[in-house]
Structure formats: structure tokens, C-alpha cells
């Protein structure tokens, strides 16, 4: 039981939701009905090549429509992520058709609030 232990009050504090969404290569793809606001959006997209394998992570601290992408190395990048909103995040093509809105492309989210 992890009732009493810090594990569990963790537990008690937090609001996790899973999901995937298909791109559909917009600069602006709302991700809606996650039932509250996230503190943290986590995006992975489904690749054919695990080689191009990478995470996208945004906080509600993020500074514009800045995040972290996991790769190879650790770097803030722009017109991935672009909000946190009050019923999910919207998420950006970068205007080239890229990730995490690539057309026909899908994504797994992680969300915690």
C-alpha cells in the first residue's frame, strides 16, 4: 500500500492522460478533451526509423512556444509545441510540414497536470 508514503501522495496530487493524435500539417492543431489543464506535455511521434526517434517536452513555465527536444542532445526549439491550454496543448508544423504536425503523421502525448 502506498498510501501513506510520498509515492503515494504523488499520486494523489497528479492528473496523468495518454493519448495520440494524427497530424494534419497546420500550424495549429488543437489537442483537446484531456479534462484539464496540463503542467507537462510529453510528445513522441511514431517513427518507421527508431533511428529519428526523439522526445518533445513543455512545461507551463515554458517561455513562449519554446520546448525541449530530446534527440542526440538536449535544445530548446520553437514552433513545436505552442501552448498549453486549458483543456489540452496545440502543437505546430513550424510551417514546413515538420514534427510533431506532420500530415498523416501520429503522435503519442503524455500529459500531467
Not at 29 to 45: D, E, Y
Not at 62 to 88: E, F, H, K, M, V
Request: aromatic share 8%; proline share 4%; charged share 20%.
Amino acid at each position: 500500500m502506498i498510501k501513506n508514503s510520498p509515492i503515494g501522495g504523488i499520486i494523489g496530487m497528479c492528473r496523468i492522460k495518454t493519448g495520440s493524435y494524427t497530424g494534419d500539417g497546420s500550424e495549429g492543431l488543437s489537442i483537446t478533451g484531456i479534462g484539464f489543464t496540463p503542467k507537462v506535455v510529453i510528445i513522441t511521434h511514431r517513427p518507421v526509423d527508431v533511428a529519428n526517434h526523439y522526445l518533445l517536452i513543455k512545461t507551463d513555465h515554458a517561455w513562449g512556444d519554446y520546448c525541449l527536444r530530446i534527440y542526440t542532445s538536449i535544445q530548446a526549439t520553437a514552433n513545436n509545441i505552442n501552448s498549453i491550454d486549458p483543456d489540452g496543448f496545440t502543437v505546430d508544423d513550424a510551417g514546413v510540414d515538420a514534427h510533431p504536425n506532420r500530415a498523416d503523421q501520429l503522435y503519442d502525448y503524455i500529459v500531467i497536470g
